[in-house]
Nanobody, 115 residues
Framework: QVQLVESGGGLVQAGGSLRLSCAASGTIFSFNVMGWYRQAPGKQRELVAIITSGGSTDYADSVKGRFTISNNAKNTVSVSLQMNSLKPEDTAVYYC????????WGQGTQVTVSS
């Protein structure tokens, strides 16, 4: 049974930084893609950033230049999201995502940015 375990959410003031981390537990050797989605109250879940096993990345326009996604150079079963210059509109539950044959989701971690 593969599970994605997230950590690093919390409360921060606007302009601050947070780092989210996600690691897979269970028997999995690699994912094709890992990333982060977020869902704010009353809104649909949206893509924040993804990274492929080859290191290619893609970001939502709203976070480009502020967020950086990375994975562990020694394996492709963990991913981090460095979030800088946070804005109140970044407030949401952030979900780790991974794909290999099927999709996997973490349980979500709350990020709250106060103005």
């Amino acid at each position: 049974q593969v599970q994605l375990v997230e950590s690093g959410g919390g409360l921060v003031q606007a302009g601050g930084s947070l780092r989210l981390s996600c690691a897979a537990s269970g028997t999995i050797f690699s994912f094709n893609v890992m990333g982060w989605y977020r869902q704010a109250p009353g809104k649909q879940r949206e893509l924040v950033a993804i990274i492929t096993s080859g290191g290619s990345t893609d970001y939502a326009d709203s976070v480009k230049g502020r967020f950086t996604i990375s994975n562990n150079a020694k394996n492709t079963v963990s991913v981090s999201l460095q979030m800088n210059s946070l804005k109140p509109e970044d407030t949401a539950v952030y979900y780790c995502y991974a794909a290999f044959v099927r999709q996997y989701w973490g349980q979500g971690t709350q990020v709250t940015v106060s103005s």
